[in-house]
């Protein structure tokens, strides 16, 4: 049975899947074909949105420096991040077009260039990664619809992992979806209790099909999500936290693309 029209296995199955893209962070620099090291520069700008980060030795670093000031004082207070993105879109310099409405009120601050490193329409992805305890630090995956047109915005969580709910027993994950602008999804994310240290390398995936979302860690079921955009989406990777913030520490990232059934595809990742 093709990907997209089976239900989700309770272990991961790539059946009807090819590897699309994979990153496991083994050169010196960032692979500026697949990801921009910034978090929604257009409702700020690259220079306050920047990324704080190393790679190489087989991992990307992603952290909170020490002088590292918040990235956009006037909408999300005192929040700092370190982010990277696989797609970028937003209007002129005083609309309010522009990718994650996170609060109202927002109109783009810089102009950007249009940009999709990847963006695919359905898929399985997956994160290998070591999260952290600090209390004020909160690492996450996640998917944001291009939203090119404005009710492509919804969320798919892969996983958000709060420093507080990490220990050496067990740990929660949040992962479902979230609407946002897309009238077409309802809000169902919850954090899972699982009986793992996220500190340790643990691998968060999300089957992305036109009929669900199912999500993944260590390869086993936790939750399915029975709604799905229907819409490009791209990738959100990032830490957020206090000044002086511990490493995430990011060891791969891949991304499948489906071969079979309605929901085949050519490539998304262009390089």
Excluded at 19 to 29: H, I, K, N, R, S
Excluded at 156 to 171: A, K, L, M, N, T
Aim: glycine residues 8%.
């Amino acid at each position: 049975m093709d990907a997209a029209l089976r239900d989700p296995a309770d272990i991961l199955d790539r059946t009807g899947y090819e590897l699309e893209v994979e990153d496991a962070f083994e050169g010196p620099t960032l692979n500026a074909r697949l990801w921009l090291p910034f978090y929604l520069p257009h409702w700020s700008s690259r220079a306050a949105s920047a990324a704080h980060y190393e790679v190489g030795g087989r991992s990307l670093r992603l952290r909170i420096d020490a002088d590292q000031e918040p990235w956009c004082p006037e909408f999300d207070g005192d929040t700092r991040v370190s982010s990277l993105q696989t797609g970028l879109f937003a209007g002129p310099v005083g609309s309010p077009v522009g990718q994650h409405r996170f609060r109202d009120g927002l109109v783009v601050r810089e102009a950007q260039p249009t940009v999709a490193l990847y963006v695919p329409l359905y898929g399985l992805f997956e994160l290998r990664a070591r999260a952290l305890d600090d209390p004020s630090a909160m690492v996450a995956l996640w998917m944001i619809g291009f939203e090119d047109e404005p009710a492509r915005s919804a969320e798919i969580c892969i996983c958000e992992i709060f420093g507080r709910d990490v220990g050496p027993e067990q740990s929660r994950i949040g992962m479902g979806v979230h609407p946002f602008g897309d009238p077409a999804i309802t809000d169902e994310f919850a954090a899972q209790t699982l009986p793992i240290d996220a500190r340790e390398s643990h691998v968060y995936a999300a089957e992305w099909t036109p009929d669900l979302v199912a999500f993944y860690v260590d390869g086993r079921l936790i939750k399915v999500v029975r709604q799905s955009p229907s819409y490009p989406m791209q990738f959100m990777l990032n830490i957020y936290g206090d000044r002086g913030a511990p490493e995430f520490i990011v060891e791969r990232f891949r991304g499948y693309r489906p071969v079979t059934g309605p929901a085949a595809r050519e490539s998304a990742y262009a390089y």
